[in-house]
């Protein structure tokens, strides 16, 4: 008798993403259906609605933002408008503002458009202190949170773009094989190339022209915004033992808040976003 032949991993992994990428294209064309109003138009849509009826649905966005933000995933303009706004997109510019004050005023997080093409959203710690007080991740305080700091210290020390098999071998050091179920993080590979990068704190993107195929790891948007590079190089020294002054050129940059190798490598991102992993 003939067994079926299970399929092999790249052969689940590359129908996973076809379903993702799918759902993604869904999204994307809702949104080119859905124009911004103008200010005239939100007008005439306000004057047809109560001041509880924006408020309730204002409440309702802040809602839906704050239970995604609890898995770090970025809200979607298309999803926001298809599930929560609905029949009130006219208002849908008044609402993200009052949303965005809420946000600032009530919880202090600022409401970030992360990736203006595909209009997707963010919070970020609003505080008023410096960054590195500030910063959401402020130290590995659980061992994901320091699998992530290892990630983007590697990345970071080595200018900014790391091949991926760069990382698993410094992992491999730690003793988290990714080609091991591990007992805290469980699957490492997929949490590294696929929540993480989900979450946007990494971009996980095919090296063109490579045989077999290759990828490399840039610190994601929200890593930019959220990581402080001081922290980053501070974790490093004390992972070292090592005066953090002692690396002069990302001293230099994490003290200076330059970010021209991370912008650099944002725009070199984007000439072939489409073959990230999403």
């Not at 706004?85 to 208002?91: E, I, L, S």
Request: proline share 5%; with cysteine.
């Amino acid at each position: 008798m003939t067994q079926r032949k299970r399929p092999s991993n790249t052969l689940r992994l590359s129908q996973s993403k076809r379903q993702s990428n799918s759902v993604m294209t869904q999204e994307e064309d809702e949104d080119v259906t859905f124009t911004q109003p103008s200010s005239s138009q939100v007008q005439r849509g306000l004057e047809k609605l109560t001041p509880a009826q924006v408020d309730q649905k204002t409440a309702e966005v802040v809602q839906y933002i704050l239970v995604k933000d609890q898995k770090k995933i970025p809200v979607r303009r298309a999803e926001l408008v298809k599930n929560i706004v609905k029949d009130y997109r006219t208002v849908y510019p008044e609402i993200i503002k009052r949303a965005k004050r809420i946000f600032e005023q009530v919880f202090g997080l600022k409401l970030v458009e992360i990736d203006p093409k595909n209009h997707m959203y963010i919070l970020v710690n609003n505080l008023d202190t410096p960054a590195a007080a500030a910063s959401p991740v402020k130290c590995p305080s659980n061992p994901k949170t320091g699998l992530l700091f290892v990630i983007l210290s590697v990345i970071f020390m080595k200018g900014g773009i790391v091949r991926e098999n760069q990382i698993w071998n410094t992992l491999k050091k730690l003793r988290v094989d990714p080609g091991q179920r591990h007992e805290e993080f469980g699957d490492v590979r997929k949490v590294v190339t696929e929540e993480f990068v989900r979450q946007r704190y990494l971009e996980y993107t095919r090296i063109p022209h490579t045989e077999p195929i290759e990828y490399e790891f840039r610190w994601g948007h929200r890593a930019d915004m959220e990581v402080s590079k001081a922290q980053i190089l501070e974790f490093m020294g004390q992972l070292h033992e090592q005066d953090p002054r002692s690396w002069s050129q990302q001293y230099r940059e994490a003290h200076t808040g330059s970010s021209s190798s991370q912008n650099a490598s944002s725009s070199q991102t984007s000439s072939h976003a489409s073959t990230s992993r999403k």
